[in-house]
């Protein structure tokens, strides 16, 4: 079996599972019950915490727990556009976000908030004179993905953060469910960003596990009430067998992370190298320092992408429709049809992505079978023509 769609979600890490079952069978209280049971899991929650914090270069109490990408989206969009609302109702995205971000942006829209989506170029990258020039004085928040989990584009987001220097009232959220590992981090985490969000299951930590991280001081609207942990701001009893998990996961993730980096750009070249002068194979993330280096998008000219997944998987090669979020439905892919690609072929694409369990001698074995592939559909679409 090959696999190579890691940003749908990755392979649990069997050293994380360990350190999950080991918590679930020995630290089983509740973190915020008083007996020696419950000190002792509220030990390791904030010990996860911590050295989360270390490992992402943020401080303790800016790490909160969450179940995932989509709340820790949500949760910083809707809490900071509702604890900000009476300062103004304008807010700002791209036009290529994740559907957690783009449909939560929506959602306050229906609300009476303004939301203004920036249009991307042939990249599918946002454009800082466009932000300056959306700005206005109601403007609340700006919320834009540090890596595209469509294409791989990674967004401008230190041009941004500077631009947003002079902005000091303007929360700033990063999308960087996509950039945690990829010898990326400073380019997507900057000083001046407010919030950013992550998701265990993008890097091999138990599903049901997210972080979002919220600058010390940044007022947020909690939008879950109960029994007031996570600093009264995200209630609920924490899961700590996932948390202690995900620490590690992290932990896991960073060591030698440039050497993984290295390995994700020469799978994706090396697949690049094969498809680029192909006719009829159109690539819309090349490699390149526009794009993170796990992600490769491309389509086969005529082609449906659901029928080209398939097709792959009859001989044990896993890909996707670009977002797996929105590969079950018969849409052609949303961030191709901001950056104004033809819907034939936004509708033909598909997206191959990589980690470091994978390897080169699988780059290899994919381009032997896309070949047979290839050559099966050329005459029915007279490519070469």
């Known amino acids: ?72 989206n949500n949760w910083a969009i809707k809490g900071t556009a509702l604890q900000k609302r009476e300062f103004g109702k304008h807010i700002i995205t791209s036009s290529v976000e994740h559907a957690s971000v783009a449909n939560t942006f929506t959602t306050l829209e229906s609300l009476g908030f303004q939301v203004t989506r920036l249009p991307v170029d042939k990249r599918g990258c946002v454009s800082v004179t466009d932000l300056r020039n959306a700005i206005d004085s109601n403007t609340t928040l700006v919320s834009v993905m540090g890596v595209n989990n469509e294409i791989g584009t990674i967004q401008p987001i230190a041009e941004i953060s500077d631009l947003l220097d002079n902005y000091p009232t303007i929360s700033f959220h990063v999308d960087n469910v996509q950039a945690l590992g990829k010898n990326i981090w400073s380019r997507v985490f900057t000083p001046r960003v407010d919030l950013f969000s992550l998701s265990g299951h993008k890097f091999h930590a138990p599903r049901g596990t997210g972080i979002l991280y919220k600058k010390r001081g940044k007022m947020i609207f909690p939008l879950h009430d109960g029994g007031g942990q996570e600093k009264g701001l995200r209630s609920g009893t924490e899961n700590l067998p996932a948390i202690a998990g995900m620490a590690k996961a992290i932990r896991l993730l960073l060591e030698n992370e440039v050497q993984k980096a290295n390995l994700e750009v020469a799978i994706k070249q090396r697949i690049v190298d094969y498809l680029q002068n192909k006719p009829g194979i159109k690539i819309f993330s090349q490699s390149s320092v526009d794009f993170a280096p796990h992600i490769l998008c491309f389509a086969l000219e005529g082609i449906r992408g659901e029928t080209l997944v398939h097709t792959l998987e009859e001989h044990d090669i896993y890909t996707s429709t670009t977002s797996a979020c929105a590969s ?27 980690d470091e369990t994978n390897t080169i001698e699988e780059a290899d074995e994919f381009i032997k079978v896309f070949d047979k592939i290839y050559q099966h559909f050329a005459p029915i679409n007279h490519l070469g023509e």
């Open 1 to 72: 079996m090959i696999y190579f769609d890691n940003s749908a979600t990755t392979k649990i890490d069997s050293k994380v599972l360990e350190t999950y079952e080991q918590v679930v069978q020995t630290i089983w209280g509740n973190p915020s019950s008083l007996h020696k049971l419950g000190d002792r899991a509220f030990q390791l929650l904030e010990s996860s915490r911590n050295q989360i914090a270390n490992l992402l270069g943020t401080k303790p109490d800016e790490i909160f727990f969450t179940s995932g990408g989509t709340e820790s």
């Open 328 to 354: 079950t439905k018969s849409e052609e892919a949303s961030t191709l049809v901001a950056m104004h690609v033809d819907d034939k072929d936004a509708t033909s694409a598909i997206r191959l992505s990589f």
